[in-house]
């Protein structure tokens, strides 16, 4: 269980939105931290308080499921394109300044740090990809659209 990777599932990105179940503390912090770049152990060592139950009691109320099952959130893998019209610098640029102005401090400097681990076009293009659904979530459709927009990808 903590060497697979997990992702929300539609059912836990709706939890981070409506806050309808009483999660704890470090239950709510490694369900809004899992996306599927790390294994569940290293999310658990990142998640102060964090423990092996915590993430089964995700797991077995739905709101995450091990990445690439069909519950979970599909994962893009090319990047559509239009995103080829802006170059890596252009991508950094927007998504550094972005992060931290959609997505607030704290979650932004994740992304700034997600950013700057890009080693080339075609993985910042996945992560900006990534970012309009992170900002869909944090902010709602119509941020996202205006974030598609600026990416210039169609509406």
């Known amino acids: 269980m903590?060497?697979?990777?997990y992702v929300k599932t539609?059912?836990?990105?709706?939890?981070?939105?409506?806050?309808?179940?009483p999660l704890s503390r470090s239950v709510?912090?490694?369900l809004l931290l899992i996306d599927g770049s790390k294994n569940a152990g290293q999310w658990l060592e990142l998640v102060?308080?964090?423990?092996?139950?915590?993430?089964?009691?995700?797991?077995?109320q739905g709101l995450?499921?091990?990445?690439?099952?069909?519950?979970?959130?599909?994962?893009?893998t090319v990047a559509p394109p239009a995103l080829p019209s802006l170059d890596q610098q252009a991508l950094y640029a927007f998504l550094?300044?972005?992060?931290?102005?959609?997505?607030?401090?704290?979650k932004g400097y994740r992304w700034?740090?997600?950013?700057?681990?890009?080693g080339d076009l075609a993985a910042m293009q996945q992560l900006a990809l990534r970012f309009?659904?992170?900002?869909?979530?944090?902010?709602?459709?119509?941020a996202a659209t205006e974030v598609r927009r600026d990416l210039g990808l169609p509406l």
Do not use: F, M
Not at 2 to 5: D, M, N, V, W, Y
Not at 64 to 76: D, E, H, K
């Open 10 to 21: 539609e059912q836990g990105r709706a939890e981070i939105k409506a806050r309808a179940q």
């Open 48 to 60: 102060q308080g964090a423990t092996a139950e915590d993430l089964a009691l995700l797991i077995q």
């Open 64 to 76: 995450i499921a091990p990445a690439g099952l069909s519950v979970a959130a599909p994962v893009r």
């Open 112 to 118: 700034v740090l997600d950013v700057e681990r890009c």
């Open 96 to 106: 550094t300044s972005a992060a931290r102005q959609r997505l607030g401090l704290i």
């Open 2 to 5: 903590l060497e697979q990777a």
């Open 132 to 142: 309009v659904d992170e900002v869909r979530q944090a902010q709602g459709d119509g």
């Open 28 to 30: 709510r912090n490694l």
